[in-house]
């Protein structure tokens, strides 16, 4: 059976950050994601924002949830989506924490 090591694309030495995180239980864990804080245009130029977003392996998050805290690159963000795509990878979205 072969198992695809999907470390490589968010390992901190070519891609990735080191993020910590606190999951639904109230635990810190630390792990390597690759942040994205996007620029978004939407309704035509009218309305402007960021997207800032953080991919991870699936199996690393499985314990966060909606409201939990990441921080990442010294800013910490509040998970809003979580969003599994199928091959292993899960996208979080994230916007500032209050």
Do not use: C
């Amino acid at each position: 059976m072969f198992v695809e090591d999907l470390s490589v694309f968010t390992n901190p030495a070519e891609f990735g950050q080191v993020a910590t995180a606190t999951t639904k239980f109230g635990e810190v864990i630390t792990l390597p994601v690759i942040f994205d804080n996007a620029y978004e245009s939407a309704l035509g130029g009218f309305a402007e924002s960021s997207g800032p977003s953080a991919l991870a392996q699936s199996a690393l998050v499985q314990d966060l949830a909606h409201g939990s805290q990441i921080e990442i690159s010294a800013r910490t963000w509040a998970i809003v989506e979580i969003q599994p795509d199928g091959t292993g990878m899960t996208r979080l979205v994230l916007e500032k924490a209050a």
